[in-house]
């Protein structure tokens, strides 16, 4: 079973260039999540799914878009990258939105230089 | 911010001692949950905890609630090594989709 798989792991951008981070998960849950966890702030919530098709904003959606073409990803990009973007980014999914458990990815870490 | 606050920030403790943490949060959940992360990687679901229970179990782990004063603990007995992670709190809430997230208590085991 690979759960929730998140590429790449490590990544550096230049300021201004755009990416995508992508997010697949093999459990078919509805429920999609992005993070951003940065030191002493714990996680904040950039985009989240509650299906294919259906996506909605968290906390901290500027500079980030995404889109849920599947059940199974849910990519996030990046479009114009700025230092203060740095930060380690998880994916999760779960079967039951906010209501069951959440599987995470390993994350991804990028630094905007 | 609806996002719990766990306390304390750091812990460290003897190997076979317990370890106690604390999340309080400010209005009416439908559920809270317990993470754990070890260093450098992914976020481990520990226990779900609904509105309407009070405590739960799972191996060394006991979780209880007290909607009352908005705050919810988590108890790792008999503590291992292997227990040294970060720990994390997370809230829902009725007719929300997210689930907002503290910054965490780090625990260190000493062998």
């Known amino acids: 079973n690979a759960g929730v798989t998140q590429t790449p792991k490590f990544q550096v951008l230049k300021t201004g260039q755009s990416m995508t981070l992508q997010c697949a998960q093999d459990?078919?849950?509805?429920?999609m999540s992005w993070y951003r966890q940065d030191p002493g702030m714990g996680l904040r919530l950039i985009h989240y799914?509650?299906?294919?098709?259906?996506?909605d904003q968290g906390e901290v959606p500027n500079g980030y878009n995404v889109s849920r073409s599947t059940t199974e990803d849910f990519p996030l990009r990046l479009l114009s990258a700025a230092p203060s973007q740095t930060s380690v980014y998880f994916c999760?999914?779960?079967?039951?939105?906010?209501?069951?458990?959440?599987?995470f990815g390993q994350g991804t870490r990028l630094t905007v230089v | 911010s609806q996002q719990g606050e766990e306390d304390p920030q750091a812990l460290s403790i003897q190997e076979g001692e317990n370890a106690t943490m604390n999340c309080s949060y400010k209005t009416s959940i439908n559920n809270l949950q317990w993470y754990r992360q070890n260093s450098g990687r992914g976020l481990v679901h520990l226990i779900l905890i609904r509105s309407n229970e009070r405590e739960k179990h799972s191996g060394r782990l006991r979780v209880t609630l007290d909607t009352s004063k908005k705050s919810s603990s988590l108890l790792i007995t008999a503590s291992r090594a292997a227990d040294t992670a970060s720990y994390f709190c997370?809230?829902?809430?009725?007719?929300?989709?997210?689930?907002?997230f503290g910054a965490g208590t780090t625990v260190t085991v000493r062998a």
């Open positions: 997370a809230t829902a809430y009725s007719n929300d989709y997210k689930l907002s």
């Open positions: 799914s509650v299906g294919a098709g259906i996506t």
């Open positions: 459990m078919n849950h509805e429920y």
């Open positions: 999760a999914s779960s079967y039951g939105g906010v209501n069951t458990e959440a599987f």
